[in-house]
C-alpha cells in the first residue's frame, strides 16, 4: 500500500527548531531548516544524522523548502547546506530570500562576535546557500524534477510567508506555518490578506498549532488601545518609547502609527532607530503586492511604506522637548538603545513606554510589565553611565539616584525609578484555533498533522479536529515516524473513440454513479492505457479470436421443425420486447446476434434440439435466453 | 409560405442586380438607396474563404439596419447559413440572426422557424449554442405569445443532453426565461409535454460542469423573478449546493435558499443528524451566515449582503451573529467588548494599564467548545473582520438593516458597529457611522462606547467629521459625563478644524434639545459661573463660546429652570444670538421678558395658519383690483410687495411661497409703471432718453421670470404658463420701445417676425391653459392673429400697445409647496485680509465651499462663476463628484476653482458666486421654445455650453483678496 511517512526532527510537539521530513512516493523532501532559541548547544540544530550518517545528504533529500524567514525556519540552513552539506535545491518565495540572509547575518553575528563562539558559519556560507536557493512565486506550479512538483500559496503571518504544496502524482501533502484566515481577528496589522487554498484534497495537511488553544479576540479593539494611549500620551505632551525587533512587527505598528497620524492630522514627530529596520524597510517597499488591501489600494497615490510622518532617528533626538514617538530597537529593553531611551525617560510621568511583545524573564522589560517600580540598573554600562550622569540629571532625571554597592570587583549599581507609564499591547500572528480549523474546512485533506505546538494544546485540537471532520489526526514527537497509507488513484489514459463509443451506449455519465465499460487496459513504460480490443489486438500484432458459446436445449415437440421455430420465434418476440428479434429465411432465429437453430433430434423426433449459439460479448443475453428456452415453451394455444 | 419567402429574396436579389448595373455605369447617378440585403449578398457570394465571409460579416454588423430590411437581410443570411461549411462563420451568421431580430420595430416569429430547423441540423457545439442565445432573443422579443414560448421550452429540453457545457448553459437559460410561469394555464397547456420546467431545470443542480450547475440555479432564480412560486423541495438540493468546490456555483446558491427562505419562512425543515425541526427561515440564516465565512470573498459579500434582508429569523438566531467565545490556553477569556462593559457598571474608569488585564479567567471544559460554529455563530463577527473591505462594507449593511426592525439586536450590535469606527478604510468607516444614525433611535451610547465615537472627530476626513455630527443629532446619551464629553471633544474638533464651525453648532443644537435634564447640572460649569464672583465676560465671537452657548439654550428651551442659573451677559448674547444665528437659538421663556414669538404649535394645518391667511388674503385683495386708477394700483402693489417681503422673512417656511409671488407682483408693477410712462404720448424721436425706464423694466421683468421658473423647486405647469405669458408681456414692450426708439422699419420687420413667432409657440405649448387664460395680453393677442399676420411693423407695434394697455392681470395660483434655491458660500469667506499670492500665470487653487438648499439636479445646473477686477469673468463646472448629498433637498459643494491672471501691481479682490444654469427647452412645460435672442441681459453672460441658455446668480458674491506676482526672472 502506498504510504507517506513523516518524520519531524524539529517542532514535534515543540515549538522552535521545525524541520520535518517528508517522504512520498518515493521522493525525500525536508520542510524547513530552523535553528532552536532555547539552546546554545548542539541541541540548537536539527540532527541531520538522522538522514544519513555519513556522505553527503544530497543524494537522500529531493528538495528543501523554507515556509517564511523566521529563524525558526530557517536558522540552520547554513549550517545545513554548507557545514552538514547539501548541493540540492532550497525553495523559498521571492521575500523570504531576500530578507533570510539579513536575518541570518544578524544571528552569526551575534552568536560569533558577541558571544564569541567558533565553529559557526561564516558570512561565506550565508552567501553560498543563498545561491542555491530557487526562488518561487506565488500559485507557481514548480517542477523539481519530473514527478515531484511544489506550489506555493499565500500564507499571511509575514512578509512572504507561504504555504507548500507538494505533490507527487496524486499523492500531495499541504505545509502550513503559522497561516491565518480571513477572519483577520488575530492576525498581523500589515499582512492582513487572508491565507487561502484550493479545494486541493490533499492525502496531508501539515498544519502548526502554536495557538491551538487560543480563540482571539478582534485585532480592531487591540489597535484601538494602543493608539488611543499613544494619541493620549503625545497630547499630553508625554514621549512615547516603543520597543521592537528590527522585523515584522516594527513595519507594522510604523504602518498603522503613520496610517493614524495622517487621518488624525497629526504633528508630532515619530522616530525609529535606524540599523535593520531602514533595510528591511527596503525589502517591505519592494514587496507591497504580499501586503494588505489598505497598503495595495493606497499604493496608488504612495507607497505607505515611503513614510511621510516617520523619521530616522538620532540619539540627541532622545533630549528634544515636547511629544515624539519613538521606535527602538531591541525589543526587551534588555540592551542597546532602545534601554538608553528608557532611562532619560523613565523619570518623567508623562511619558510612556508600550512593550508590543512578549518579554522573557530577567529583562527590564520583563521586570517592568510585572510591575515592578524600582529598577537595579548593573553591568558594565554603569560607567558610561555616571559618566552622562552629569549631563542628565540636572534635566529631567526626577528621582533617579545613584549609589554603590559594596562588592568585590566593585560593580555598580543604579536604582532607577520608573514613573513612566508601563503598558503592554500583545500582537501576535499565529493563527488561532478557528484560523486552524478554517483552513481544514477549506483544504479538505483526508489526514492532519500537528507540529510546531506544545503537546499538551495540540492533544485539544488534534481531538476537536478528529471530533468535527472525521479525519485522521496525528501529532509525532521528534524523531517519531508517522506514517500514512494512502489510496492514490491512479489516472489512465483512455483514447477518445473509446471513450465516445462507451457513453454513447448508455445514458448520460452521472458523476455520482461509477460506469462500466469495455476496453483493454495497457500497462507500458509506466503508464496506463485503456484503449479498444481491436487496438490492443493490432498494438500486440495478435490476430482476433472470436469465442462463441453454443448451448443445445432440448425441446418435447411433436410438431415440424419450421413449425418449433415459428414457436420459439412468438415466443421470444413475446417475451424480449425490447431486443430485435428476427425470423430468417433459413429457418433460423436471431435475437440480436444470437443465432438460434432448431433440428429435430436424430433419434426421438418429438424431441427438438434447439442450437443456441452467441459469442462471449453477449454472454448475458445469450445465458438468459439459454434459461428461457430451457424453461420450455409455453403450451401453445393454437 | 416559403415559396413567397423564396420569392421576396428573388426580389430583393433582383433589385440587386439593376443597381449595380447603374453603379457600373453612372456612378454619379446614385438617387436610390441600395438595399442593404442586396449588397450583402453579393458580398458574401464574391468571399471566396470562410476568413473573407467573416469580415464582409463583421463590416456588415457595424451598420445599422433599417426595420423594413430586416427580413430580407434574415433571408440571405440563412440561405447562407447552410451552404457554409466553417463553423465559425456559421456562429457569426448565428449571432447576427440574434442582433437583427432585437431591431426594434421589427417581430421576429417568422424566422423562429429557420432558426429552429437550424438547430436541429447543427454539429459544431459552438454554433448549437449561439443558435439556442437567438431563439432567446427570439422568445424575449415575443413574450406575449404563449405557443412560441412553449415551442422554445421545447426545443431547449431536446438539448438539455448536449454534452458540450455551452448548449446546455443556453439551454437552461432559455427555460429560465421563457419556461411557463402561471400555474393553470402551464397546466392544461404542458399535459401532453407533461414537463415540470422545475424539475428538469433542478436535475441539473448536480451536472457534472459547474458552469451548468450555475446556470441552472440561475434559471431558477430567473422563474422566480418572473413570478413563478419555486417548490420547496428545492431547498435540499439548494442547500447541498452551498458546498460545491468552485464559487460561482455557491454564491448562485446562496441567493436561491435566500429566494427560498422568503418564499416558505415558515415552513419546517428537520435538523440532520437531530430529531429537531426548525423554522426554514432560520435554517436558511444558519447556512448563509456559514458562508459568512467561505473561501471566496465574492461569496462572503454575497452572503453578507443577504443576511441584513432576512428579518423574519427570530430574535434568538439572530442574536448568535454576534456571538464570539475567547479562550486562551483552554480557559475562557472575556472580550474586550465584556472589559469594557463591566468596567463601566463597575463604576470604575477603563485603565487599560494592568498587565494580565485580560488574563483568562475559568477553565473550559474541553467537549463543549466548538471551534467551527454552526449556523448563525458569530456570522456578524467573521463578516466585521473580513480582509476584505467590501465584505465589511457588507455586513455593516446588513447589520442596519436587521437592527433597524430589531430594537434588542441593535442594542447588542453597537459594541461592533463603534468598532468600525476605526476600520482602516474610510468608506468602512464612513458606512458603519451612516448606520449608527439610522439605527440611533433604537439605541443609548454608554460612556465608553461614545468615548470611542468621539474619537473620530479628529479624522482629517471632511465627510467623516460630518456624518458623525449628523450622528451625535440624533444620538441619545445617558449619562451627564457623556454630555460634557461631547462637548469637549465637539471644541477640540472645533479648535483643529475652524471650517466644521456651522455643522459643530448645528450638532450642539440638537444635542441640547435631547438632553435639557442632562445639560442642566453642567450649566454653571460650562458658563463658569461662580456663586459669589463675577466672572469676566466671555468674548462674543469666539465660536466656542457661541457652541457653549448654542447647546445650552437649546436644553433651556424645555428646561424653564434654567434661565435662573443665567449671568446677566448671558441674557445679552442670547438677545445677540437670536437674532443673528436664528436657525440655532430657539425663542426662550425668559424671566421678566415677553415672549417675542408666540411659539407656532404644529398642530394648525396651513390653512388656519394666520400667515398663510395673510398671504392669500393680500393676494386676494390686488386680484380683485381692476379697475382703480393707476396710481391706486401702484401703491397697493407696492405695499403688497413690502409686505410679503416681510412676511417672507419671518416665516422661514413660507419664505419660498412670499418670495415667489412678490416678485411676480414685482413684475407687474414694472409692467404698469413702464406703461403710465410719459413717453408713450410724445412723438419718439424727441424723447429718446425717457424711454430709459420702460426698457430697463422689461430687461428687469425678463430677468425676473427666468428667477421664477428655474430658481423655485415645486413650480408646476400653471405656474409656469403664467411666468411664460409675463415674459411675453414683456418683450412686447420691448418690441414696442425698440419701435419707438430706432428709425426705419427694417430691424423692425425681424423683430415682428420672431415675436409672432413666439406667440406661436405659446400657444402650442400652453394650448390646454388657454381657456384659464381669459381676457389676458395673450388671450387679445390671439384673437388679432390673424390681423397681426398681414400687417406691417408699425401696425403690429401699434396694436401691440393697446392690447398691453387693456389687458387684464392674471391671478396667479400658488402650488402647494414653493421653495427658493438659495446657495451660501461657507469658504472662502471673504474676511482674509491676507491676499492670495501667486506667480502671475501660474494657476492658484480656491477651495470653495458651499451649501445648497433646494435645488434640483444640481450637477448639471450649478456654476462657479469668478469675477475679476478688469471685468473678465470665468465660469467654471464643478465635476459631478464635487457634490455631497447629505439630507433631501440639500446639497453641499465643495470643489477647487483655478484662478489665474497676468501680474498686477497690487493686490485686488475677485468676486467668487454662484451660479444656476437654466435653459428653456430642458424645463419641464415649454417643449421648444426659441432662444430668446432679445435679451440684451442674457447676452452678456458667457454662452459656454450648448445646454446652457443662462444664469441666474444665487448667492450673495464673495469677495477674495489675491495678488498674482509677476514671476521673477
Redesign the interface.
Known sequence: MPEIKVTPLGAGQDVGRSCILVSIAGKNVMLDCGMHMGYNDDRRFPDFSYITQNGRLTDFLDCVIISHFHLDHCGALPYFSEMVGYDGPIYMTHPTKAICPILLEDYRKITVDKKGETNFFTSQMIKDCMKKVVAVHLHQTVQVDEELEIKAYYAGHVLGAAMFQIKVGCESVVYTVSIH?????N?HLLL???A??D?CRPDLLISESTYA?????????????F???V?ETVERGGKVLIPVFALGRAQELCILLE?FW????LKAPIYFSTGLTEKANHYYKLFITWT???IR?TFVQRNMFEFKHIKAFDRAFADNPGPMVVFATPGMLHAGQSLQIFRKWAGNEKNMVIMPGYCVQGTVGHKI???QRKLEMEGRQIVSFLLSKDDHFGKGGGGSKCFLIQEACAFFSLQLEVKM????MSFSAHAD??GI??LI??AEPRNVLLVHGEAK?ME?LK??IEQ?FHVNCYMPANGETTTIFTNPSIPVDISLGLLKRETAIGL?????KPKLMHGTLIMKDNSFRLVSPEQALKELGLAEHQLRFTCRVHIQDLRKEHETVLRVYNHLKAVLKDYSVQHLPDGSITVESILIQATAHSEDQGTKVLLVSWTYQDEELGSYLTSLLKKGLPQSTS | MAAHLKKRVYEEFTKVVQQQHEDLSAKKLRLTKPSKSAALHVDLCKATSPADALQYLLQFARKPVEVESVEGVVRILLEHYYKENDASVRLKIASLLGLLSKTAGFSPDCIMDDAINALQNEKSHQVLAQLLDTLLVIGTKLTENPSVRMRLVEVACKHLTDSSHGVRNKCLQLIGCLGPVEKGVAKEAESQSAKDVQKIIGDHFNDQDPRVRTAAIKAMLQLHERGLKLQQTIYCQACKLLADDYEQVRSAAVQLIWVLSQLYPESIVPIPSSNEEIRLVDDAFGKICHMVSDGSWVVRVQAAKLLGSMQQVSSHFLEQTLDKKLMSDLRRKRTAHERAKELYSSGEFSSGRKWGDDAPKEEIDTGAVNLIESGACGAFVHGLEDEMYEVRIAAVEALCMLAQSSPSFAEKCLDFLVDMFNDEIEEVRLQSIHTMRKISNNITLREDQLDTVLAVLEDSSRDIREALHELLCCTNVSTKEGIHLALVELLKNLTKYPTDRESIWKCLKFLGSRHPTLVLPLVPELLSTHPFFDTPEPDMDDPAYIAVLVLIFNAAKSCPTMPALFSDHTFRHYAYLRDSLSHLVPPLRLPGRKLVSSPVSTSITPNEDPSQQFLHQSLERVYNLQHLDPQGVQELLEFTIRDLQRLGELQSELAGMADFTATYLQCQLLLIKALQEKLWNVAAPLYLKQNALASAAAKQILEETYKMEFMYSGVEGRQVVIIHHMRLQAKALQLIVTARTTRGAEPLFGMCEKFLQEVDSFQRCFISELPHMQGSFVDKLLDLMPRLVTSKPSEVVKILQTTLRQSTFLHLPLPEQLHRATATIIEPTGESDNPLRFTSGLVVALDVDATLEHVQDPQGTVKVQVLYPDGQAQLIHPKPADFRNPGPGRHRLITQVYLSHTAWTEPCQIEVRLLLAYNSNRSKASAKIPKCTWSDSMEALPQSENGIEGTIPFSKPVKVYIMPKPARR
Not at chain 1, 181 to 185: A, G, I, P, S, V
Not at chain 1, 508 to 512: A, T
Request: with cysteine; net charge positive.
Open positions: 484566515n480571513n477572519m483577520y481577528r492576525l492582513r490578506v487572508a487561502w487554498i479545494k488553544t487560543t480563540i482571539r479576540d478582534s485585532k480592531r479593539c487591540r489597535e484601538r488601545d493608539l488611543k494611549k494619541h496610517t495622517e487621518r488624525m492630522n494588505n488591501q489598505k489600494k510589565l510585572s510591575g507609564q508601563v503598558e503592554y484555533a478557528k480549523m478554517q474546512r477549506q494544546k485539544f481531538q476537536k468535527e448520460l455519465p452521472d458523476v455520482k
